[in-house]
C-alpha cells in the first residue's frame, strides 16, 4: 500500500492495557505527526517528529508516548488510558519543513473502556 | 496561541447550488491556510490551499479568498454535487514545523 498506512485500524482497550499505534510512510517525508480527533471538536495537533527529532509536544498527557525509529515509522505507546481518550488517532507526514501540506493516514479508531 | 474559528457548523445545499464555508484566525502571523475534505469513514485530504501572498486561488469548482486585513478566509464550491458531501476543515498555520491549528469542521450534505 502507498502513502500513509497505520495499524491497527480498530483497537479496544482497558484502562490498565498497553498498546501500540504504529504509523507508515511510504513518501519519502522527512517529519511525521500524531493528532487526535474527537466527535465535535478540532483536530488535535499531539506530536510532531521532523527526521526523527520530535519538534513538537502539545501539553500530551505522559500516557501518551510517541517513537520515531526513523523518518518512515511512527509509534504511538498508549498506557493506562481513560475513557475519555477513546477517538480517532490520525497519523501524517509531510515532505519537510518548508511544506505544511499534511497527507493523513486512515486512523486508528480507539475504544477505552 | 492560534485559534481557528469555522461556521457553520453544519450546512445543507441542493445540487447545484453552491456552498461557502468561512474561517477566522487570529495570529497576524499566520501565512498558509489549507483546506481539507473529510469524507465519512476517510482520511482528511487537502483539497486546496492559499498562501498569505494571494488573495484567491480556484481549481475547478473550488475556490478560496483570503483578507488579511480581516483575517478570515472563505471556501467556495460551485455548482455541488452528491460527492461533495463531507466534512470539510480549515486550518491556519505560520509555516514550516509550526503547528497547523485546524477548525473544527463543517459538514456539508448535498442533496440531489
Known amino acids: 500500500e502507498t502513502g500513509v498506512t497505520q495499524t491497527p485500524r480498530h483497537l479496544v482497550m482497558g484502562m490498565t492495557n498497553k498498546k501500540s499505534l504504529k504509523c507508515e510512510q511510504h513518501?519519502?517525508?522527512?517529519?511525521m505527526y500524531w493528532y487526535k480527533q474527537s466527535a465535535k471538536k478540532p483536530l488535535e495537533l499531539m506530536f510532531v517528529?521532523?527526521?526523527?527529532?520530535?519538534?513538537e509536544n502539545n501539553s500530551v498527557p505522559s500516557r501518551f508516548s510517541p517513537e520515531c525509529p526513523n523518518s518512515s515509522h511512527l509509534f504511538l505507546h498508549l498506557h493506562t488510558l481513560q475513557p475519555e481518550d477513546s477517538a480517532l488517532y490520525l497519523c501524517?507526514?509531510?515532505?519537510?519543513?518548508?511544506?505544511?501540506?499534511?497527507?493523513f493516514g486512515p486512523g486508528t479508531r480507539l475504544l477505552v473502556l | 496561541g492560534e485559534n481557528v474559528e469555522q461556521h457553520p457548523s453544519t450546512l445543507s445545499v441542493q445540487e447545484g447550488d453552491s456552498a461557502v464555508i468561512k474561517c477566522t484566525y487570529s495570529?497576524?502571523?499566520?501565512?498558509?491556510f489549507p483546506w481539507y475534505k473529510q469524507e465519512l469513514g476517510k482520511r482528511p485530504q487537502l483539497i486546496i490551499d492559499?498562501?498569505?501572498?494571494?488573495g484567491e486561488k480556484k481549481d475547478q469548482r473550488i475556490a478560496v479568498t483570503l483578507n488579511k486585513t480581516a483575517k478570515h478566509f472563505s471556501l467556495h464550491i460551485t455548482e455541488t454535487q452528491p460527492e461533495d458531501s463531507a466534512v470539510y476543515f480549515c486550518?491556519?498555520?505560520?509555516?514550516?514545523?509550526?503547528?497547523?491549528?485546524f477548525g473544527i469542521g463543517t459538514k456539508l450534505q448535498v442533496i440531489p
Open positions: 495570529d497576524s502571523a499566520s501565512n498558509y
Open positions: 517528529y521532523s527526521l526523527e527529532e520530535r519538534v
Open positions: 501524517a507526514s509531510s515532505p519537510s519543513g518548508l511544506e505544511e501540506t499534511q497527507y
Open positions: 486550518a491556519a498555520s505560520r509555516g514550516g514545523y509550526q503547528k497547523v491549528t
Open positions: 492559499i498562501r498569505s501572498n494571494v
Open positions: 513518501l519519502g517525508h522527512n517529519a
